[in-house]
């Protein structure tokens, strides 16, 4: 596995904190194979210390983020949250995506406390709306006058379909269609 670990918002990234990310990551390393690529980005915000790993291939993309008040901490629980993602799903991952980037040949006694197979993904609720073209300042309008945390609309510049969401940060995003 390549690993990059990074920082962010004028985060300086140490030797001991590049060998602790290192070290976490090879516990699931073994999941993948040796070229699947890990980015760890690594940032503080007021006194929060921010771990996110994104282990992006063929399609599919396993993404955590842990803020604690120690970034080796957040370090340490952002991959066994990773760890967690990725064996809850497994027989999903193995029977709909691309087996050949990522292994699960592993021996059951890895797998820690017995989980069981994971749950089928059920839908709870359908809801249906008409979209209306807006600009992208109306849909944020719309998305808070809702008390939503997202918000699907028809971007009036592009016409094309457009989400916009609420960040943890309180900012907003925007998620965007490409060819």
């Not at 690529?37 to 007021?46: D, F, G, I, W, Y």
Request: glycine fraction near 4%.
């Amino acid at each position: 596995m390549k690993i990059t670990v990074s920082g962010k918002n004028g985060m300086i990234i140490t030797d001991g904190l590049r060998n602790s990310a290192n070290k976490s990551l090879s516990k699931i390393e073994k999941l993948f194979t040796e070229d699947t690529e890990a980015r760890v980005v690594l940032s503080v915000q007021k006194n929060n210390q921010i771990a996110e790993v994104t282990i992006p291939f063929k399609g599919m993309i396993f993404r955590a983020e842990e803020v604690s008040d120690d970034m080796y901490a957040s370090i340490d629980n952002v991959v066994d949250k990773l760890e967690k993602q990725i064996l809850k799903y497994k027989t999903k991952i193995k029977n709909n995506f691309a087996t050949e980037s990522i292994r699960f040949d592993i021996p059951q006694d890895y797998i820690k406390n017995g989980s069981s197979e994971e749950n089928e993904f059920e839908v709870v609720k359908t809801k249906r709306f008409s979209i209306k073209p807006m600009s992208i300042e109306e849909a944020i309008l719309q998305m808070n006058l809702l008390g939503h945390n997202f918000f699907v609309f028809t971007n009036s510049e592009t016409d094309d379909f457009t989400v916009v969401y609420k960040r943890k940060d309180g900012r907003y995003g925007l998620i965007e269609p490409t060819m």
